[in-house]
Nanobody
């Protein structure tokens, strides 16, 4: 059983930056592909980014491409989401998720989820 704990959320002005972290425990982190999703009030949870178990492959939603960067440190069992040039529409609860081996953009493919961290972007 894998436990995921997100951190790093908060209030940031539009155009600013934020770095989210997701610490994993209870499993062999390096065999899991990791994903970041977000959910704004009244909206469905949507895909943001994913990274393969090795870190060699990444993929981004069009809405964040060029602004967000996903990375992982398998020695520290942690995945990161660097958020730059944030916009008010990036406001949401951000969740990290894990699934064995292969990456996916579909939330239903993920087996483990964190509790989420709130990101609020002011205009």
């Amino acid at each position: 059983q894998v436990q995921l704990v997100e951190s790093g959320g908060g209030l940031v002005q539009a155009g600013g930056s934020l770095r989210l972290s997701c610490a994993a425990s209870g499993g062999t982190f390096s065999v899991y592909a990791m994903g970041w999703f977000r959910q704004a009030p009244g909206k469905e949870r949507e895909f943001v980014s994913t990274i393969s178990w090795s870190g060699s492959s990444t993929y981004y939603a069009d809405s964040v491409k060029g602004r967000f960067t996903i990375d992982r440190d398998n020695t520290k069992n942690t995945v990161f989401l660097e958020m730059n040039s944030v916009k008010p529409e990036d406001t949401a609860v951000y969740y990290c998720a894990a699934r064995l081996l292969t990456s996916s953009i579909y939330r239903h493919d993920y087996d483990y989820w964190g509790q989420g961290t709130q990101v609020t972007v002011s205009s």
